[in-house]
């Protein structure tokens, strides 16, 4: 099994900074493509950005130029750092991992259990 914990998530007023983090553990023999999603209330799960094993990155319009992800593949942990938040960014963020158990699993989709980010205006 592949678990994910985030960490990194609070309260900013709006123009402020945070950084989350994702780590993973457990049986992982490869990790294909990476992400972290967000859910605000009443709204369905967006990806936010994304980040390919080549380090190749995409980005929600509504975030370039704020946010930027990364990885470090030997912690097997995944970075986001927000800038210049703004209300609108207040959500649940998920980070996401597409993961190879071992060498004759398959690809697996794994979760983290989510963390609050909430930016005051």
């Known amino acids: 099994q592949v678990q994910l914990v985030e960490s990194g998530g609070g309260e900013v007023q709006a123009g402020g900074s945070l950084r989350l983090s994702c780590a993973a553990s457990?049986?992982?023999?490869?990790?294909?493509?990476m992400g972290w999603h967000r859910q605000a209330p009443g709204k369905e799960r967006e990806l936010v950005t994304s980040i390919t094993s080549s380090g190749s990155t995409n980005y929600a319009d509504s975030v370039k130029g704020r946010f930027t992800i990364s990885r470090d593949n030997a912690k097997n942990t995944m970075y986001l750092q927000m800038n210049n938040l703004k209300p609108e960014d207040t959500a649940v963020y998920y980070c996401?991992?597409?993961?190879?158990?071992?060498?004759?699993?398959?690809?697996?989709?794994?979760w983290g259990q989510g963390t609050q980010v909430t930016v005051s205006s």
């Open positions: 457990g049986s992982i023999f490869r990790v294909n493509a």
């Open positions: 996401n991992y597409v993961v190879q158990a071992t060498w004759w699993s398959n690809w697996g989709d794994y």
